[in-house]
Structures are given as C-alpha cells and as structure tokens.
C-alpha cells in the first residue's frame, strides 16, 4: 500500500553527506521503509561479522564464568588484595560500568527533555547499554561479597538477628538503592519505549512464536491517538525523574569515596566530578558500540556521521570538564597545605603507578581535544580510536583514583603496592564478554532503533517541507 | 470501550496532516471520532479530538510522595525505634543522611507508579487481544474510527468528507473495539 501522499523516495547514499545531524535524518525514508530496515536484522539470518563477535565476547564471558567460580569456590584470596589495598580492580570495574551506563539514560531522558531530535536514532541501543552495564556493575560487588548468595542481606528486610537493620548512613547502602532504583527505572522506560515497536513487529510477522511474543510484550497496543497522548505524558515524566536519578546514582556512588577521610578522597569535587567523568566514559562506550553495530548491521543510513559528530561534541565537553577536574584536584592538593594531599597528589604524578595517571591523563583530558576539528568529528576510524581510548582512559581514572589514594595513605608502615591477580583481570574480561553477548543479543532479538521515534521525526520533517 | 461488536466507519490515511484535517472537519460537523489510530504520536491530533490534558502527574505525585514518606519512615523506625546501633557516636537520628535514600525511593515509587497508571489507565496489559482497527495502523497508515450510531450521522456525507480531506480507502467495518 504505497501511499502518494508519503513523502518521496530518494535513493539514499550509504553514506550522506548531509550537513547538520538534524532530525529525522530519516526524512526521506517512508514509513514502511523504516519498519523493513529495522526489522531486517530480526528476521533475516546474522552475517559473519555479527558471528565473529558473538564468538569473541561469549569466550571472554566464559573465562568471566570460569573466573568467579574459581573465586567464589575458593575465597576472594585469590584475588590481589591485601591489608592495604582492600578495594582494588572490582570496585574500578564496579565504577567503571556504572558510568557506562549513565550516557544511555543521558541520550534517552536528558535530551528528549532538551528536544534534541538526534538521539532518536541512537536512544534505543544507549538504553540497552544503560541496563547492560548496570548489570555487569551490579555483578562486582555481588562477588567482592565471597559469599554471593548472603547478597541479600544488603536489603533491610526483618530477620532473626534482632532484627538487626543495616546502616542507613552509609553510602555503600545508598549505592544498594541508588543502583537498584537506577536499574529498575531504566527497565521500565525501556520496556515502556519499546511497546510500540513491538506492536508493529507484532503485526507484521506470520512466525507464529515471535507473533506470541510480540502480542504479549506488546500488551495490545493498538496506536490509539489517546494512548499516544496519555504514553507523550508518561514518557516525558520518566525521563523528567530519570534525569536527577542518574546524577544522584554517580553522586552516591562518588560519595563512596568522599565521604571517607582518605588524602585524595576526601573531597567535595567528587560528586560533579564523577558525574561528568560518567558520561564522558559513556559516551566513548556509545560510539564504540555504535560504530560496530552501523557496520555489522548496515544502519548507515540511519546511524549517520552526523549522529557521531553530535556525539563527539559531547565527548569534547565532558572531556575538557574531567580535565578540569584533574587540574582542580591538583590545585587544591597544593592550596591546601596539607601534606598528605599533596603528598597523594605528588605520588599520583610522580609515584609507582605515575604510569596509570599519565595513561589517564593522557586518553581522557589530551586526546580528545583533537574533536575541536570539524574533520576529526567527521572521521569515523579516528573516532572509533578516540572512544577505545577514552574507554581505556577512564577505566585508569577509576584505578589511579582507588588504588593510588590507598596503597600509600597516612600511615607510612602501612605502604604497599597492588598488582591484579590472572583472575582479576579474567573477571574483567567476563564482564566485557556479558556485556557484549547481551548486547549482540539485543541487536537481533529487539529492535534497536526505535521504530517510531524515526516515523515521527520523519512525518515532522515531512510537514516542515510542505 | 470493549463489549460487543459495533459498527464503524474506518478511513485510511497515508499523510499526517490530512488525518489531522479529517478529524477537524468531521468534529466540526458535530460528530464525535471514535480514536485515531497512528505509528507515532501525530501533532496536533490531540487539539484535534480535543483530548483533555492527561491527569498522569497526579499518580507521579502520588508515587513520589509515598515513597518519600515510606523511605523516611522506614528509616527512622529501623534506626531509632527497632535497633538502634551506634555507628562511629553518631546520633540514632541521623536525618540528613536518610536524604540520599529517601531520594532513591521517591523516584522509584513515582517512577513505578507512572508506569502503572498509563498501563492501566490505556488498558495495556500482557495476552490482551489487540484491538486492532488495521494492521497498518502499527506501521505507516493513520486510521480515524468513527461509531455508525450517532445522531445527526449521515454516511454519504462522512465518506464524502473524509475522501476530501485525503482518506485513501473509506470502509465499513463490524468491530469489537
């Protein structure tokens, strides 16, 4: 049924060479056009490329696997931990994927309140990262506990011993619910976006099974203008509460640290400092992602360079704004006139792991001031290198931060060095396998551009041209 | 709006604004538009059908609120009332820092409790039977529905008017909306 009234239909190159990242950059799609190419990759049978990446992150999940039974059968001994450095690589992976996380609810809530009609094309798959990460964050702490199956009791239920409660003054507990309210709000405005989608899968599929799945996931949807109107409302009011949930989620997660009395924690920059360094580590995770994926699963034309170039702004801003945060900290360690500070700032500049630090310094603050230039913003393979980098880089932010400020503190007789067990840095490499294998997973069983975001933007761009 | 099958006028539209002009004029002529079916949400529908603002804040409010309340409250009784333990000689009443949680909960219940009321209030509930008008409703038609029995409905006039504004197929249709 090719209407006459759907705007034309331009061939479109693979890649546009269109100038600004405006919206809808679908405009010239029809609507069914845009069912058909976001459903091929459910329906049509995975390449190569989707195989080869798939082989690659369920092997590292399962070294992940083999890892943490080794651990939790034998004792988080097997870890490299000792008296001194009693957070080390789980808490920097903790950290670490947290702030992953926090670019999807970023691209999913804050910028549809601040209409930027780009994200609409990259919101679906930041979402699924949001949740993903959260999950491999969750997983960490989960097995620091050694007993992972007691992990209950960091939830204040009545019990035998008393009942004893736990400490509600401790940011560890607020990190518990700060975690679980983050995860279970991203799940439902997830699910909540999706439901259109599924009911357009829903009605355009004869496979029987998928058709059960898609009608229940669905939940009848029928596209009714006052469903719409109600969903517009409910949409906007979740991204209006995920938009302070995700700054308060890396605040307490910051205050983890800051709220204890070590040189180098201890203070109030944390907060902003954390929160920004999130969504730049995010935001290098996105693009990674994204510019796999536009590849593997030939969504150039929906993915653009413009989208990438937004993103690289982004990227640009938070980046200079961690910059500033490592110059700030510099700073007050001297201003302050307190030994210990500066003594842990000088070690973190200049001590055994000055490495960590300039690696830091080097990925998150340097690198990406090259995205001043147009043409670098452009380049798809210098920003692929830049987003690893920034991935690397703010994973040594967390370790340096961790590990430096404890490993030498106040008490000189204390002092000792870290270095990662062949398990720990398995764990790591699961994590990344989890979160890869849940993602492919994504990318073939939902849709991971939101159908009808791209419709609307495309009909709007329609009626902006009429 | 479920129960029996009742008899409707369906028209198909391929273009956002025809189907904002149709449902105008056939308001406009005193008869009220079943719903309007659409892929994504369309501008200006909702001036159109003269929808009335949606009350959903309410439960928003209502969610956050008592997930403030609970959280504050839960806190101080497990903290003050049931055990209370000394953590480092701080005060059993530490209420400045039940804020971070309660905040949590606060969003947390107005986040579920919006969700539940849209869920409710539209009807969406898992193994429903879709109350489909058109498949391409889902895809990249604009259906307006309009109820055969109403006063003052004639039905040469209604064709007539939706074809004007751009319907591409008028049917008749026995429904169970």
Known sequence: MSSTAIPSLRPVPASRPSARPVAGDAGDAALREITDDVMRPLVTRPGAGWWACFAASTIALTIGVAMVAYEIATGIGVWGLNRTVGWAFDITNFVFWIGIGHAGTLISAILLLLRQRWRTAISRSAEAMTIFAVMCAALFPLIHMGRPWLAFWVMPYPNSRGPLWVNFRSPLLWDVFAINTYLTISLVFWYLGMIPDFATMRDRTDAPVRRFAYSVLSLGWNGSARTWSRYETATTLLAGLATPLVISVHSIVSMDFATSVLPGWHTTLFPPYFVAGAVFSGFGMVMTLLIIVRAVMHLERYITAAHLEAMGKIMLLTGSIVGFAYATELFNAWYSHNVYERYAFLNRLAGPYAWCFWIMVGCNALAPQVLWLRRARRSVPLLFVLSILVNVGMWFERFVIIVTSLHRSYLPSSWTMYRPTIVEVGTLAGSFGLFFTCFLLFIRVLPMIAMWEIKAGAGRAAERRA | ?177
């Not at chain 2, 002529?29 to 719903?35: A, E, I, K, Q, S």
């Not at chain 2, 969406?124 to 309009?146: C, E, G, H, K, Q």
């Open chain 2, 1 to 177: 709006m479920s129960g029996a099958a009742r008899e409707f006028i369906v028209a198909r539209f391929g273009d956002e604004r025809h189907v904002v002009d149709a449902v105008r004029a056939v308001r406009e002529r005193g008869l009220r538009v079943f719903d309007v079916y659409a892929p994504y949400p369309v501008h200006g529908l909702d001036e159109a059908m003269a929808l009335r603002r949606s009350r959903l804040p309410w439960a928003t409010l209502a969610g956050g609120c008592s997930g403030f309340v609970a959280a504050i409250a839960f806190q101080y009784y497990a903290a003050v009332v049931s055990w209370n333990l000394n953590v480092g000689g701080k005060p059993d009443n530490s209420m400045l820092a039940f804020i971070p949680i309660a905040f949590e909960i606060t969003v947390l219940g107005a986040g579920l409790a919006t969700a539940a009321a849209f869920l409710a209030r539209s009807g969406l509930r898992p193994a429903i039977r879709a109350r489909t008008v058109d498949l391409s409703a889902t895809d990249d038609a604009f259906v307006v529905a309009l109820r055969c029995r109403q006063t003052a409905f004639d039905r040469n006039l209604v064709e007539r008017l939706l074809f004007e504004h751009g319907a591409q197929t008028v049917a008749w249709k026995v429904l169970d909306l």
